[in-house]
């Protein structure tokens, strides 16, 4: 069974960093692109940044590009998401998430979804 646990949500100032990890298990994810969504309250879940299998291809959403770095340590099947600069608009449930198809060079499906870390970042 697969499960993904993330960990590193907080209370932060604004202008401060966090940085959030998502350990797989149940299965290796080397072939897999891993990646972060949000969910703000009364809005949509929205995409934020996904790494490629080979942790050398990365996308982000505009509004976090410049202040977000997506890793990850296929040794270790965990995906990191390093935040610096937050606004308060940061504020959210962030998502881990991985891809459903393996080498996907198509648009980002996510198949696996973990239970959320809450991000809170005051003015």
């Known amino acids: 069974q697969v499960q993904l646990v993330e960990s590193g949500g907080g209370l932060v100032q604004a202008g401060g960093s966090l940085r959030l990890s998502c350990a797989a298990s149940g299965r290796t994810f080397n072939r897999y692109t891993m990646g972060w969504f949000r969910q703000a309250p009364g809005k949509e879940r929205e995409f934020v940044g996904a790494v490629k299998w080979n942790g050398d291809s990365t996308d982000y959403a505009d509004s976090v590009k410049g202040r977000f770095t997506i890793s990850r340590d296929n040794a270790k099947n965990t995906v990191y998401l390093q935040m610096n600069s937050l606004k308060p608009e940061d504020t959210a449930v962030y998502y881990c998430?991985?891809?459903?198809?393996?080498?996907?060079?198509?648009?980002?499906?996510?198949?696996?979804w973990g239970q959320g870390t809450q991000v809170t970042v005051s003015s």
């Open positions: 998430t991985i891809d459903r198809t393996p080498l996907n060079i198509r648009s980002y499906e996510p198949a696996y």
